[in-house]
T-cell receptor, first 114, second 115 residues
């Protein structure tokens, strides 16, 4: 069965500082990986996705993520955080092919301090 | 706006009442998903439709829950005899089918509170 671990429930960073959110996945084959962001009271917005090719993927809002198969990780990064990045971030894994049922992690809540 | 829409956005109901939520997917998307998200958790898969056919249901979907997508367009999720444990955000997503990788687009969700 596929699963996702986000070890950090809550992270606080200063505005302008760099950010890295950790994600480890478990999946028996080549995974399809995502990062979504959720602002309070809102639905989920896709930041970026990976299923093949270059292991460093660029997303929206200046985010990037790196797929490391040897570590079963897909960490999200941003070089300089803005106050508007405060939100909850979800890593997810899905199957390639089929109907692509997606399994989410429990999320990391990001707080940005001035 | 041609994104996924959900109605109502908020629903407060008393325990034991029935509730129904609606999801309108992106018009050309033939796949539709329902998820449930409780406080402090990520979304959990409930069920999936391809066109009008319901092809998978999670163990989370008890017999009090029923979902339909009668014409392969909008979908409804009904909860009968609601319980306090049903309080959650119910999210709908849609995607195109047929390819290897089809990202899911999420609606804003319906927040259910059972008192």
């Amino acid at each position: 069965a596929q699963s996702v671990t986000q070890p950090d429930i809550h992270i606080t960073v200063s505005e302008g500082a760099s950010l890295e959110l950790r994600c480890n996945y478990s999946y028996g084959a080549t995974p399809y990986l995502f990062w979504y962001v959720q602002s309070p009271g809102q639905g989920l917005q896709l930041l970026l996705k990976y299923f093949s090719g270059d292991t460093l993927v660029q997303g929206i809002k200046g985010f990037e993520a790196e797929f490391k198969r040897s570590q079963s990780s897909f960490n999200l990064r941003k070089p300089s955080v803005h106050w508007s990045d405060a939100a909850e971030y979800f890593c997810a894994v899905g199957a390639i092919g089929g109907y692509q049922k997606v399994t989410f992690g429990i999320g990391t809540k990001l707080q940005v301090i001035p | 706006d041609t994104g996924v829409s959900q109605n109502p956005r908020h629903k407060i109901t008393k325990r034991g009442q029935n509730v129904t939520f609606r999801c309108d997917p992106i018009s050309e998307h033939n796949r539709l998903y329902w998820y449930r998200q409780t406080l402090g958790q990520g979304p959990e898969f409930l069920t999936y439709f391809q066109n009008e056919a319901q092809l998978e249901k999670s163990r989370l979907l008890s017999d009090r829950f029923s979902a339909e997508r009668p014409k392969g367009s909008f979908s409804t999720l009904e909860i009968q005899r609601t319980e306090q444990g049903d309080s959650a955000m119910y999210l709908c997503a849609s995607s195109l089918g047929g390819g290897q990788v089809n990202e899911q687009y999420f609606g804003p969700g319906t927040r259910l509170t059972v008192t």
